[in-house]
Structures are given as C-alpha cells and as structure tokens.
C-alpha cells in the first residue's frame, strides 16, 4: 500500500514509500483504525495512525506533533492512544495517551490525559479498575544494530502502573 492510497492529500516522500503490515488494528465508532510502521526500501521511517470507513474513505490522521503512535484501546465513545516520543537528547521516551470521541473531523482534536517519562517506550496499554498499566519495550531493527549492542535491556518487559480514574 502507497501511502498516497491512504491519504491521497500526503504525496510519497519517495518512490517505494510503503506502510509494512498494521502494529494494531481497532474498531472505534463504525471505523477501523490501524497503526502502521511504515517504510522505505524495507528501513523503518514512520508510524502513521489510519482512519478506514471503505476504499473510497481513508486517511492519515494527525498525530501530536513528534509522537509516534504505539497502541489504541477504546473505552466508552472515547478512542485512546498511546503515543511515544523520543527526548532529544536520545536517552528516553516521552509516553502519553490521548483521547478523543471524533476521528472523522480534521484535524483530529486529541486531549492529553497522561504522560509520564521514561528510559524505553511503552508499546502497550490497558486500562483496568481505575489504572493504566503500560508494557515497556524497545524497537528493533536487524538492519542497524548499533555496534556493542547485546539487546539485554533492562527495562524490557517491565509493566508500569498508574492510577486514573476518569474514564
């Protein structure tokens, strides 16, 4: 899939844009909505959230700016996303979730409900009896491996708790 085939409006930076195969698939207000790692010449390039009605009805939607989005959960008429950005200076993630009732308007308006920092980035969440719990984790690409990499992170796998009542 072209990306100009998602969103006719977002020209293909460069022959060979692709979207690789969806991260997550949900179903939210008669949609379905997909994360997809995107790629060029089989190198990771972005993560883009879309918005599917039919073949005739889909696109890109906006996305926090620099966030990346990782995983979607829905609770009553609200769609929530998990987002990561990297800090600039490398050593960490910016993790967030957001909300909102509407991803047919454009610009999607999102509303930030949390986010918190840390060493690695939250690929997953739930929420759950009045907390979230998020799973850290890391991108890997067999492409480029840093050099001395051994991949042991310590952070890997660890399940983070907070409360949030407002759902």
Known sequence: MFRSDVDPNVPDRLHGYVAGGPIRVILFDG???YVFNTTIYGMPRDIILVRVR?????????????AEPRD????GERLLLLTATPLEN???FVNAVFATKD???LPVVWTELL???????ARSFEHLDGKFYFGLGFDWNPNVIPPGSTFDEPFAGVILSVAFEGL
């Open 31 to 33: 949609a379905t909505l």
């Open 54 to 66: 039919s073949a005739e009805d889909k696109y890109a939607l906006n996305l926090p700016p620099g």
């Open 72 to 75: 979607m959960i829905v609770r």
């Open 90 to 92: 490398g050593e960490g």
């Open 103 to 105: 991803v047919d308007s």
């Open 115 to 121: 986010r918190f920092t840390s060493p690695i980035l």
